[in-house]
T-cell receptor, first 116, second 111 residues
Framework: EAGVTQFPSHSVIEKGQTVTLRCDPI?????LYWYRRVMGKEIKFLLH????????ESGMPNNRFLAERTGGTYSTLKVQPAELEDSGVYFC??????????????FGPGTRLTVL | DAKTTQPNSMESNEEEPVHLPCNHS???????IHWYRQLPSQGPEYVIH???SNVNNRMASLAIAEDRKSSTLILHRATLRDAAVYYC????????????FGKGTTLSVSS
């Protein structure tokens, strides 16, 4: 079974440009999460989808970040316009359940974003 | 979610057991104790979780203190591949969904 995949693995852009990160969760996982780690800091939660609905977006830093999950399958995270402080590693995770025996979150390898 | 305290780093030799401690003195009755680890250049990976009783799985064991204010992740025989950052996370499974990561413990394993 394929794990969580993320694309691209690396992205280098100039300040002010737009970048779109993609996450493909494990097939059948309704729950999809975005996290990020900026330089020197801890991994922070950004938002959580249940199917195509945003369940919790309390961690989104500002309105330059837009996450979508059309059709409840893959998700995209767009940063527009990118700022220097957006540099970091963006992780996507998915889980089959929120509560119960199958609540573990499976993480992708991350997308390393560098804003110059 | 309540806060956890872990040592910044630990060292181990290959094939020896490793005990990674975690303090969570403000844990509430509905908090589950989760452990994740992050290998170099990879995303975090689930290791184990428990509520009150000790738990075992193919990766590790979780020993939970009787008062639940602390727990220990046990790797029975460390391998080089176990070198990673280990995170102890409290999570109210029934209500919360996000994982709140702290700094974790960086485990080094020597051959």
């Amino acid at each position: 079974e394929a794990g969580v995949t993320q694309f691209p693995s690396h992205s280098v852009i100039e300040k002010g440009q737009t970048v779109t990160l993609r996450c493909d969760p494990i097939s059948g996982h309704d729950n999809l999460y975005w996290y990020r780690r900026v330089m020197g800091k801890e991994i922070k939660f950004l938002l959580h989808f249940v199917k195509e609905s945003k369940q919790d977006e309390s961690g989104m830093p500002n309105n330059r970040f837009l996450a979508e999950r059309t059709g409840g399958t893959y998700s995209t995270l767009k940063v527009q316009p990118a700022e220097l402080e957006d540099s970091g590693v963006y992780f996507c995770a998915s889980s089959q359940e929120v509560a119960g025996p199958r609540i573990e979150q499976f993480f992708g390898p991350g997308t390393r974003l560098t804003v110059l | 979610d309540a806060k956890t305290t872990q040592p910044n780093s630990m060292e181990s030799n290959e094939e020896e057991p490793v005990h990674l401690p975690c303090n969570h003195s403000t844990i509430s009755g509905t908090d589950y104790i989760h452990w994740y680890r992050q290998l170099p250049s990879q995303g975090p990976e689930y290791v184990i979780h428990g509520l009150t009783s000790n738990v075992n799985n193919r990766m590790a064991s979780l020993a939970i203190a009787e008062d639940r204010k602390s727990s220990t992740l046990i790797l029975h025989r460390a391998t080089l591949r176990d070198a990673a950052v280990y995170y102890c996370i409290l999570r109210v499974v029934q209500a919360g969904t996000a994982l709140i990561f702290g700094k974790g413990t960086t485990l080094s394993v020597s051959s």
